[in-house]
């Protein structure tokens, strides 16, 4: 069943959603906003996942101490793993009871929202934080990215990984746009803070902005990006944002009078205190 949801709101977006009897939504720690009385709202560590709704399933794995101590595993595993990704370690789970309920979700920049879509034939992947809420049949986890990507980039990344079916929110900052590699030649190449989410089938990696020569210092310290770019190949969807964390940062921190720059940036900064 596809989660009834509206999201409202321009500069800080948020999603209103509407639950049927019995019909349960969850969301990340700190991203609720409001709820009708007939909601009821409890706390748990660790999301939905497969194996926990294949539990009840019959066999011997259904029950007894054996169910018990797989679903205490199964939980310490989730929790170990947002821990390592300095996610929230618990989720808000909202079930309506008696008739229709109201629940309100948002996410913690300004910016905006989209409601994603899973039939259960390709999963999506989100930057760190993305999350907001989702369907109890949609299973939340945490990718981490190594191997190459990590390598060539210097450090490996944490991506949120969402499957199963159901509708999940996710937010980001300032706005969306939607593109495909493959309407550009297959590749794309975007500042590692303008990802938000990928769909199943596009490959991510990291490339270095040059080499170690004169021109790529240049980009590296004077030009805003860093030591390297986001690469995005294949065929599927991906969403971009205009605003990047760093980048509101440096805005909040310029206007309080905290980062004094001179002509050249950071580097040479004429704050004398």
């Known amino acids: 069943m596809t989660l009834q949801q509206e999201i409202v709101g321009n500069a800080m977006q948020m999603?209103?959603?509407n639950l049927n009897p019995g019909q349960t939504v969850y969301c990340e720690a700190g991203k609720f906003l409001f709820k009708t009385t007939n909601v009821t709202m409890e706390t748990r560590l660790g999301g939905p996942s497969g194996g926990g709704r294949q539990q009840g399933g019959g066999?011997?794995?259904?029950g007894g101490m054996g169910g018990m101590l797989r679903q205490a595993v199964g939980t310490a595993m989730q929790v170990g793993q947002r821990a390592l990704a300095g996610e929230s370690l618990a989720f808000q789970y909202f079930t309506s009871q008696g008739g229709e309920?109201?629940?309100g979700f948002a996410g913690v920049l300004p910016g905006e929202m989209r409601a994603l879509e899973l039939d259960g034939t390709r999963a999506w992947f989100a930057e760190k934080d993305a999350f907001v809420a989702a369907e109890s049949t949609v299973q939340f986890g945490i990718a981490f990215q190594g191997g190459r990507a990590g390598m060539s980039g210097g450090e490996g990344f944490v991506l949120e990984k969402f499957t199963g079916h159901g509708t999940v929110i996710i937010a980001g900052a300032g706005n969306f746009i939607d593109l495909n590699p493959a309407d550009f030649g297959g590749r794309i190449e975007v500042d590692t803070g303008c990802l938000v989410a990928f769909e199943e089938g596009v490959q991510y990696?990291?490339?270095?902005?040059?080499?170690?020569n004169r021109q790529g210092l240049m980009n590296a310290v004077f030009g805003g990006e860093g030591l390297s770019?986001?690469?995005?190949?294949?065929?599927?969807?991906v969403i971009l944002q205009s605003l990047t964390i760093e980048s509101l940062a440096n805005a909040l921190k310029k206007a309080q009078g905290g980062d004094k720059q001179g002509p050249t940036g950071g580097m040479f900064s004429t704050h004398a205190g």
């Not at 066999?59 to 259904?62: L, V």
């Not at 770019?229 to 969807?237: K, P």
């Open 59 to 62: 066999g011997s794995g259904g």
């Open 229 to 237: 770019l986001a690469t995005l190949e294949g065929n599927g969807r």
């Open 15 to 17: 999603a209103v959603v």
């Open 205 to 212: 990696g990291v490339q270095r902005i040059g080499g170690l």
């Open 101 to 103: 309920g109201t629940v």
